[in-house]
C-alpha cells in the first residue's frame, strides 16, 4: 500500500470515529471531556425528556435549566456510567421508585431549585453508592414534610450510603427525627433558612451521628428544658454551624433535657458526636454594660491624664514663683544683678513671672 492510500485510510477511519461518536452524544447536547472525564453538556436545550441516546461512557451529565417534568422508570439507563448528574432549575414534580434504574453508579444528585411536591421514600434505592443529594429551594418539601409526619411516615429517603443532605430554603417548618433515620451513613445536613421554631429533643437525639448540620437563618423559639438565653445566643451567633467539637446545649441544660428521653435514647445520645465539647459552653457576653463600662474606663483614664498635667503646669508654675530671697540679703542682690545683666529685665521681674502664671492658672481654670 503507497502512503499516499495509507494517509487516506487513515483520515477515513478518523473521519468514521468522529461521526461515530457526533451520533452517540445526545441530539443537542455537547460531548467532551472534563479533567479527563467523558461528559454531556446538555443545559437550557428545552428538553422536555431526558436524552433517549447515548452511550455508557459519560461520568458526567448537565440536564439543568431545562423544562423536565416527570421522570419515568429508567429515565437515564442509556448512561449507565453516570456518576454526577445535574437536574436542577427543572419543573420536576414527582420522585418515583425506579426513575434511576440503569444509572445505579450515580453518586452526585443535584435536584435544586424544582418543584417537588412528591418524593417516595425510596427513589434512591436504585443507587446504592449515592452520596450527595441537593433538594435545596423546592418551595414544596416543607408541605410534603408536613403531612408525611401527619402518617408517621418512618422514613423521609432511604439511602445507606448517602453522606450530604441538602435541605436549604425548603419552607420546613419542623424538625421532626424521620429525616435522618433512614440515612446511617449520613455526615452532613443543611436544613438551614427555614422556617424551624424548634429543635426537639429526640430530633438532637437523631442528629447524634452527624459531623456537621447546618442550622442557620432559622427563626429558632429557644425556649424550654433545651434552649434558654445562651443557646439563643449560641445560635444566632455562631451561625449554628456545628461540628463535632459542639453542642446544642450547655451540661446543665442538658441534665434537664435528658429527663425527657427514653434510656435508649440517653444511650445513643452518650455516644454523640456533637456532645463533645469542652464545658462550659461559651456565655453571651454582656455587650451594652461592657461598652458602657469600656467607655466610662476611657473618660476616667482621660479624665487622669488631664489632672495629670494641670497638676504639672501648677507645680511648674509654683516652683517659678517661689518667693525669692529676701531683697535685703547679698545673695538677693547678686542674683538680681546678674538678672539685668543677662535678661535686661527690671526690678519687678518675679512680680510680671506671677501675673503670667496667674494668667495662666485662670485661662486653665
Known amino acids: 500500500m503507497s502512503a499516499a492510500a495509507a494517509v487516506i485510510s487513515l483520515v477515513l477511519l478518523l473521519g468514521s470515529v468522529a461521526q461515530l461518536a457526533q451520533a452517540q452524544c445526545p441530539l443537542k447536547c455537547r460531548c467532551m471531556a472534563v479533567s479527563n472525564k467523558p461528559y454531556v ?3 437550557a436545550r428545552n428538553f422536555e425528556k431526558p436524552p433517549n441516546t447515548g452511550d455508557d461512557t459519560y461520568l458526567e451529565m448537565n440536564l439543568s435549566r431545562n423544562r423536565l417534568k416527570s421522570l419515568g422508570s429508567y429515565s437515564f439507563e442509556k448512561f449507565p456510567q453516570l456518576l454526577v448528574l ?25 435536584l435544586s431549585n424544582n418543584s417537588l411536591v412528591f418524593v417516595s ?17 423546592n418551595e414544596y418539601i416543607g408541605k410534603v414534610m408536613e403531612k408525611e409526619n401527619e402518617e408517621k411516615v418512618q422514613n423521609f429517603l432511604v439511602a445507606p450510603s448517602l453522606r450530604t443532605l441538602v435541605l436549604s430554603d425548603c419552607q420546613i417548618t419542623t424538625f421532626p427525627p424521620w429525616i435522618v433515620s433512614g440515612l446511617p451513613g449520613l455526615s452532613t445536613l443543611d ?4 422556617k424551624i421554631k424548634v429543635l426537639p429533643v429526640i430530633s438532637i437525639v437523631s ?4 459531623i456537621t448540620i447546618n442550622l442557620e437563618r432559622n427563626p429558632f423559639n429557644c425556649e424550654g428544658a433545651c434552649a434558654n438565653a445562651v443557646t439563643k445566643n449560641y445560635f444566632i451567633e455562631n451561625k449554628t454551624k456545628f461540628d463535632k467539637n459542639v453542642t446544642f446545649c450547655p451540661r446543665n441544660v442538658r441534665q434537664g433535657c435528658e429527663l425527657n428521653i427514653t434510656r435508649e435514647e ?15 459552653l461559651p456565655r453571651e457576653q454582656p455587650r451594652s454594660l461592657w461598652v458602657y463600662i469600656g467607655g466610662a474606663s476611657i473618660a476616667l483614664v482621660a479624665l487622669i491624664f488631664f489632672a495629670m498635667v494641670f497638676n504639672g503646669l501648677m507645680s511648674t508654675c509654683k516652683r517659678e514663683t517661689s518667693p525669692p530671697p529676701s531683697p535685703g540679703s547679698p545673695h538677693s542682690r547678686a542674683v538680681q544683678m546678674e538678672l539685668k545683666e543677662i535678661l535686661g529685665r527690671p526690678d519687678n521681674v518675679y512680680k510680671d513671672d506671677d501675673d503670667e502664671c496667674d494668667s495662666d492658672n485662670e485661662h486653665l481654670v
Do not use: M
Not at 191 to 194: A, F, K, L, T
Not at 266 to 280: A, F, G, N, Y
Open 266 to 280: 440517653q444511650e445513643v445520645r452518650s455516644k454523640c458526636l456533637l456532645t463533645k465539647i469542652p464545658d462550659p
Open 121 to 137: 421514600p425510596h427513589f434512591l434505592e436504585s443507587c446504592p453508592g449515592i452520596q450527595f443529594l441537593s433538594l435545596a429551594r
Open 86 to 110: 445535574d437536574l436542577s432549575y427543572n419543573f420536576i414534580v414527582e420522585l418515583h421508585d425506579g426513575v434511576f434504574k440503569g444509572a445505579d453508579r450515580i453518586e452526585h444528585l443535584d
Open 41 to 43: 453538556d446538555c443545559q
Open 191 to 194: 436544613i438551614s433558612n427555614n
Open 207 to 210: 442528629v447524634c451521628r452527624l
